[in-house]
């Protein structure tokens, strides 16, 4: 199974600041990586399919970038409505794998 | 909108039975993979199963198989997860997702998100 490893765990930071949440993949995963956010008591939603392309509605300050073992997920400027768990997946093989899930919070 | 609705969820002692339903308000529900991904408790993700658009391809997380069976009714818009002899680490707020158009060996991910069904396994 692909291992998908998260850093950090937990990130507080002020609104207007850049964030970056990074995501390894324990193997090469030919850019097939994920991104979901998960707000408190909702379910996921996609936010940036195949490391890099932002799902239509998401917001253009959300990016992802990312290669071979190593992706990150990027929030130009954080807003108040951005507090959520974040979670990257991975699709090039089965099992299907997520991360453990990055906890943002507003400092 | 686009809407996914889980139900069937509940309390069931270990080693019983329940199925999930989830309805979907798309109009193209048939050409869609479907997929359940469930979440314990204050954890996180785990994939579970995937169904293509006329049920004839199916794909399995390890710790369900021969225990868990995926299945759709496209007449009905509908996706099914009938969970046999239930443990007590299966608890977990079970969500029913559509996926992509096709997805290459089974492998996917996933567009659209129901509410969540909570499946409690207890003694």
């Known amino acids: 199974d692909i291992q998908m490893t998260q850093s950090p765990s937990s990130l507080s930071a002020s609104v207007g600041d850049r964030v970056t949440i990074t995501c390894q993949a324990s193997?090469?995963?030919?850019?097939?990586l994920n991104w979901y956010q998960q707000k408190p008591g909702k379910a996921p939603k996609l936010l940036i399919y195949?490391?890099?392309n932002l799902e239509p509605g998401v917001p253009s300050r959300f990016s992802g970038s990312g290669s071979w073992t190593h992706f990150t997920l990027t929030i130009s400027s954080l807003q108040p409505e951005d507090i959520a768990v974040y979670y990257c997946?991975?699709?090039?093989?089965?099992?299907?794998?997520f991360g453990q899930g990055t906890r943002l919070e507003i400092k | 909108e686009v809407q996914l609705v889980e139900s069937g969820g509940g309390l069931v002692q270990p080693g019983g039975s329940l199925r999930l339903s989830c309805g979907d308000s798309?109009?193209?529900?048939?050409?869609?993979?479907m997929s359940w991904v469930r979440q314990p408790p204050g954890k996180g993700l785990e994939w579970v199963a995937n169904?293509?658009?006329?049920?004839?391809?199916?794909y399995y997380v390890d710790s369900v198989k021969g225990r868990f069976t995926i299945s759709r009714d496209n007449a009905k818009k509908s996706v099914y997860l009938q969970m046999n002899n239930l443990r007590v680490e299966d608890t977990a707020v079970y969500y029913c997702?559509?996926?992509?158009?096709?997805?290459?060996?089974?492998?996917?991910?996933?567009?659209?998100w129901g509410q969540g069904t909570l499946v409690t396994v207890s003694s």
């Open positions: 195949d490391t890099s």
């Open positions: 997946q991975q699709y090039d093989n089965l099992p299907l794998t």
């Open positions: 798309a109009l193209s529900f048939s050409s869609y993979w």
């Open positions: 997702a559509r996926a992509l158009l096709y997805c290459s060996g089974g492998t996917c991910y996933f567009r659209s």
């Open positions: 193997q090469d995963i030919n850019k097939y």
């Open positions: 169904i293509n658009h006329d049920g004839s391809d199916k």
